[in-house]
């Protein structure tokens, strides 16, 4: 996985934590979610998921774009990198 630098936390809820990164290589800033798998079971989240999202399967003019996925097993977290949509967002379902 490339290089990716914290500048700010964006949020820290659940099982993980939302940072403002840098990309080092391009030198663009994107979102990094840090997901804890230590507290959560095996059976209650698929490993699959994040790959599949990863090779465009989600991909859609309105959705934020995942760049990149990685499971840590060491660390026992995800690392999910996606684009940085800068301003405030609301949320309006009908």
């Given at each position: 996985?490339e290089?990716y630098v ?5 949020g820290?809820?659940g099982?993980g934590?939302?940072y403002?990164a840098?990309n080092?290589?391009?030198?663009e ?7 804890d ?7 209650e ?6 790959p599949l999202?990863?090779?465009?399967k ?5 959705l934020v774009?995942?760049i990149?996925?990685?499971?840590d097993?060491k ?5 999910i ?5 800068e301003g405030?967002f609301?949320?309006n379902c009908r």
């Open positions: 996985m290089r914290n500048k700010k936390t964006l820290d809820k099982f934590k939302s403002l840098l080092e290589v391009t030198g800033d994107c979102v990094k979610k840090v997901i798998t230590s507290i959560i079971k095996s059976n989240y698929d490993t699959r998921a994040i999202q990863i090779k465009g989600l991909s859609h003019e309105n774009k995942l990149n996925a990685e499971e097993k660390e026992q977290q995800y690392v990198i996606s684009e940085y949509i405030e609301k949320v």
